[in-house]
């Protein structure tokens, strides 16, 4: 008798490399789009006219911050 995992992490570890670097990504995808409306919202107080030319890693870290305050 084989025991079978039921965790996800578990079998992603026997798929072929190519597979496992893409299911890992899609398994840390958002599965509702409220989480990704949120994200907009905070991006859109955070993105504002004057802040235009605010740099890339900057407006992520603000956005991520906002967004895991309980962190």
Known sequence: FIR?????????????????????????????QVTVERMFSQLKLVLRDNRARMGYDLCEAIV????????
């Open 64 to 71: 991520f911050l906002r967004t895991n305050k309980c962190v």
């Open 4 to 32: 079978r995992s039921t965790d996800v992490w578990t079998q992603i570890d026997h798929y072929p490399d190519m597979i496992k670097k893409v299911a890992r990504v899609l398994t840390c995808l958002p599965t509702t």
